[in-house]
């Protein structure tokens, strides 16, 4: 966090620096309506008059289209009034009651960069943020021509890091319009969100087809990038599709992490493979370190699993450890391997006695592994140690190229996708929280018109404006307190 605001500090003076500059050469063409600048450190706006007659022209042209979009967005602004309220009774609720802080149920979660948000990801979040206002006030600005109301302006703006947008209408005619007309105005830029959010979740469910001309997927998980200083640094490649872990077959990232979660189950970690007697070598005596050298990587100590039916030790090598791995399935005690190898023993047609099997499971320290790797091209990989060791060295995607030059692009497909993740999350986020009645807030004006449109025949305009008063000032301490406790468990 201190080094982002130091970047951004520094950001922000070379961005003052170069506007003052540009500034003072193009000032007559910064000084126009059109081209409407305004700078200082920390803070930067620009308001344009450029888009007024654009919209005037949509919502001249489409204004029977128009008037019955917002009509749909109207009813889902009164909805999500309500639904706000209850969200953030539920959240509340559910941080203060969970079993855990980081509970999947909790639905809102203030952002803190590095923390609940990767530093590597502030991009996609500050640009699904910008897109997101920008098409929310687009929203109202359609809404608002579409009832013949004037747009003065469109702009933008950046606080520090935090992107934003506006839009200006004239309130003295605003007032004008009936409750209903109000309120599709006042609902738009939610009702705008809730359809970002949507198309956003859409294309992130047709990503795989959309890109299938260039990426295939469903084949197994490729590695996008290696983590320097990782125990796999100098193990693998970037391109390389991992199609199984074991003999659990890999697809994608989420089978990928599936198969390596399953290794760290206590089942998992007792797991020997079945091999016959003759397959040992000079049995070692019973010790553990029956390896020459017991901190090497090339060999591997096994001893049987069960201690009374094969106490003894062998030190196995790198390639008869990676055959061991990809010919037998695991085992956990001798009948295991009789159950497993039955058939395989009525071939061996022994003539006084068959041979049988034993469940031999590689020694290892608390916590670690021994598993195997596959690639589709490149052979297999040994791998010993923690499991978390493999989950933090690499970053995956489930989109593999078809085409040899598309190699330099591998991690497109995850920014792709990362973007649109945070565009539906933040625009739906954008759209319950911004229409929670208060003052401040969409949801404020809409609860003290369609208050009005209620109850204008049965109470007094000052009954009316008190009642509206302690419903904002409940749902701003409401939103308060769940943004308070959040950033409390988080930090």
């Known amino acids: 966090v201190v080094a982002l605001i130091s970047y951004g500090a520094f950001g922000w003076l070379l961005l003052l620096t170069l ?86 149920d909790v639905i809102l979660r203030p952002v803190v960069p590095g923390v609940n948000v990767p ?11 910008f897109v997101s206002g920008v098409f929310h006030e687009l929203g109202h600005a359609l809404a608002a021509v579409s009832e013949k109301q004037q747009v003065t302006g469109f702009g933008i703006f950046l606080v520090f890091l935090y992107p934003g947008a506006y839009v200006r209408i004239r309130e003295d005619t605003l007032t004008l ?24 979740l859409v294309l992130l469910l047709l990503l795989p087809l959309l890109l299938s001309p260039f990426y295939s997927s469903g084949q197994g998980a490729v590695v996008v990038s290696i983590r320097e200083g990782s125990v796999l640094q100098f193990h693998l490649v970037e391109g390389q599709l991992i199609t199984a872990i074991d003999h659990c077959p890999v697809y994608g990232h989420k089978s990928f992490y599936g198969c390596l979660s399953s290794l760290s189950s206590p089942l ?43 106490p003894l030790y062998d030190c196995f090598d790198g390639p008869e450890v990676k055959e061991l791995l990809g010919s037998r399935e695991g085992c956990y005690s001798n009948k295991d391997c009789g159950l497993d190898f039955e058939e395989e023993k009525r071939e061996e047609e022994k003539e006084e006695e068959e041979e049988v099997t034993f469940c031999l499971r590689p020694v290892l320290p608390e916590g670690e592994i021994l598993t195997r790797l596959s690639f589709r091209e490149r052979g297999d990989l040994l791998y010993l140690g ?51 009645p208060i003052s401040w807030l969409d949801g404020g004006w809409c609860a003290i018109t369609l208050a009005h449109e209620v109850c204008g025949h049965l109470l007094s305009v000052g009954t009316i404006m008190t009642i509206c008063k302690w419903l904002s000032w409940f749902s701003t301490g409401l939103l308060v307190i769940n943004i308070s406790v959040s950033l409390f468990f988080i930090v």
Not at 47 to 68: A, D, K, M, Q, V
Not at 177 to 200: D, E, F, M, P
């Open 19 to 104: 506007v003052k500059i540009t500034q003072f050469l193009f000032r007559d063409r910064f000084q126009s309506s059109q081209f409407n600048l305004s700078f200082s450190l920390g803070y930067l706006r620009w308001e344009t008059t450029i888009l007024n007659r654009p919209l005037f022209f949509l919502g001249s042209y489409f204004g029977r289209l128009f008037g019955w979009w917002f009509s749909l967005g109207l009813l889902f602004g009164v909805f999500s009034m309500a639904f706000s309220v209850i969200l953030l009774l539920y959240n509340l609720f559910t941080i203060l009651f969970s079993s855990s802080s980081t509970s999947e």
């Open 119 to 129: 530093t590597s990801h502030l991009g996609f979040y500050f640009f699904a943020l």
């Open 177 to 200: 319009l009936s409750s209903r007309r109000q309120l599709k105005i006042y609902t738009a830029g939610a009702w705008h969100n809730c359809v970002l959010a949507v198309a956003s």
């Open 268 to 310: 998992q970690t007792t797991k020997g493979y079945c091999i016959y007697p003759s397959s040992v070598g000079n049995v070692s005596a019973p010790i553990p370190d029956c390896c020459r050298d017991p901190s090497s990587f090339r060999e591997v100590c096994f001893r049987g699993a069960a201690p009374n039916d094969f």
């Open 386 to 436: 923690h499991p978390s060791a493999i989950w933090d060295s690499v970053i995956l995607s489930d989109h593999s190229p078809r085409w040899g030059w598309l190699k330099g692009f591998l991690t497109l497909p995850n920014s792709i996708q990362s973007a649109l993740m945070y565009m539906a999350s933040i625009s739906a986020a954008l759209a319950i929280v911004n229409m929670a």
